[in-house]
């Protein structure tokens, strides 16, 4: 068993980096599972084929979100049991999980492959790449329990401290996903259901370690494959925790699906520079969002154990740390990106240039994005859930619907340059209201614990 990381005490900004680290690097090689994907394609097959895999991104979160979504409820509640010493909670709450995943994905499976095709449409997909993002889709979704059993089980490892274990799984998984990508594109000449049929076998083996790791600890956590069952107290905790964030994901996802709409109404092209630009964007949002995990499973934990004196600071340290990489990897990124983009495309300079649109647009002011993840984890970790998900519905969904359906549609305002700022606009007035929230919040708990 790797040794548990104190999240009670020692210094915190040497203990959140360190936690975090592996964190960063992990989602990183996650994201490099469709990041492969799309570049695969787009060496090989073209840029209608990145454009095929791009326009399916906002749909799969859409979906597979909610559910995720869950394994947040898992994380905190292992977190607080933890904190507070309470073996037995933990014992049954890492029983419950790996059932519930199991269930979860049963349910995406069926969904995705069921309704892909028609949501496409529904989202004016253009015709010349449906058929090739519809395939991709239900690969994809055929091994989703893989991806579900996956974040359940690493949402356990790292409340409990060991943030190395899904780091070292991806690692490997990674590798076998890009090595998959080559050979079924290249040799078996299959297109995006080669890159699909990949990242599905790499989630598969991520998805077995973990589990294995799990059943190698020798503390409250260990799964006893033969223990696994449904504990009543543990699934209402982990649900009323997870399913507010699920329904939070699950709403992003929608106006995200809005805002995918939008961009394709500017055609197959643009929807290539978009899928590629966001693909880059992608690792960004992931350096960023570790710190959001490390908030819900530091405070988490300290909660539990009514170090209050800790949670600030906690917050204050995440929200610096998240400043300074969001800006300096923003302007990175934003430097660079020709280059990055001509990774992933290479047989159309307009469709770089329509990439380039959106990171000038969203690279800098990326940390915006960053810090409103971090007040939302921080709401977490306190073990509230319906607060920030109603705030973030409202100050994100509500203000990225309202400005597509509104603004976006006036004579001169239609561009993706007016598309863009929605996502600013949202950020900010969402990050102003949980930070408002954690206060209050905060403040409430602190008040009764003396």
């Known amino acids: 068993m790797r040794k548990q990381r104190s999240m009670l005490e020692g210094p915190l900004l040497s203990g959140i980096l ?8 992990t989602s990183i090689l996650q ?12 060496r090989f097959c073209g840029s209608l084929s990145v454009a095929a895999v791009g326009a399916t991104t906002s749909l799969t979160n859409l979906m597979v979100n909610f559910f995720i979504g869950l394994s947040v409820g898992a994380g905190v509640t292992v977190a607080h049991a933890l904190g507070g010493r309470e073996d037995e909670w933990v014992h049954r709450t890492v029983h419950t999980a790996l059932p519930m995943a199991l269930v979860c994905g049963a349910a995406v499976t069926a969904l995705g492959m069921g309704l892909s095709r028609p949501l496409l449409q529904l989202m004016g997909t253009p015709e010349d790449i ?20 996956y974040n359940f089980c690493a949402a356990i490892l790292r409340a409990a401290g060991d943030t190395r274990s899904p780091l070292i799984f991806l690692t490997f998984a990674g590798v076998v996903n890009v090595v998959l990508n080559v050979v079924f594109v290249t040799v078996f000449d299959m297109n995006v259901a080669g ?24 503390d409250a956590c260990r799964l006893y494959l033969k223990k696994i069952r449904f504990y009543g107290l543990q699934i209402k905790k982990i649900v009323r925790i997870g399913l507010p964030a699920g329904v939070q994901s699950a709403l992003f996802g929608i106006s995200n699906v809005t805002i995918q709409s939008s961009v394709n109404s500017f055609g197959a092209v643009f929807v290539s520079g978009n899928a590629a630009a966001m693909n880059i964007e992608g690792f960004l949002y992931a350096s960023l969002n570790a710190f959001h995990q490390t908030a819900v499973n530091f405070i988490g934990q300290n909660v539990g154990a009514r170090r209050y004196d800790r949670v600030s600071k906690i917050l204050g340290i995440c929200y610096a740390c998240v400043t300074v990489l969001g800006i300096t ?11 990055l983009l001509s990774l992933y495309i290479t047989d159309s300079a307009q469709a770089i240039d329509y990439g380039m649109i959106r990171m000038t647009y969203m690279a800098l002011p990326y940390f915006l994005c960053g810090l409103m993840d971090v007040s939302t984890g921080a709401l977490r970790g306190l073990g509230v859930s319906f607060v920030p998900m ?13 400005w597509v359906a509104t603004i976006f549609q006036l004579p001169g305002f239609h561009t993706p340059q007016c598309l863009y700022i929605s ?3 949202s950020w900010t007035v969402t990050l ?12 409430r708990h602190r008040a009764k614990s003396l």
């Open 18 to 25: 360190l936690y975090t680290i592996p964190i960063i690097l």
């Open 31 to 42: 994201l490099l599972f469709n990041a492969a994907d799309l570049v695969v394609v787009g």
């Open 130 to 149: 449906l058929p090739l993002s519809a395939l991709y889709m239900r690969i994809y979704f055929a091994g989703i329990t893989f991806t579900m059993v």
């Open 195 to 218: 890159v699909a049929l990949a990242t599905t076998v790499s989630q598969g083996i991520s998805a077995v370690l973990v589990v294995m790791a799990l059943m190698k600890r020798t």
């Open 329 to 339: 990897m923003g302007a990175a990124m934003w430097s660079t990106g020709p280059q």
């Open 390 to 402: 109603l705030i973030s519905v409202l100050g994100v969904c509500g203000i990225r619907i309202a």
């Open 423 to 425: 996502y600013i606009v």
């Open 432 to 443: 102003i209201c949980q930070t408002t929230a954690f206060v209050l919040v905060y403040r």
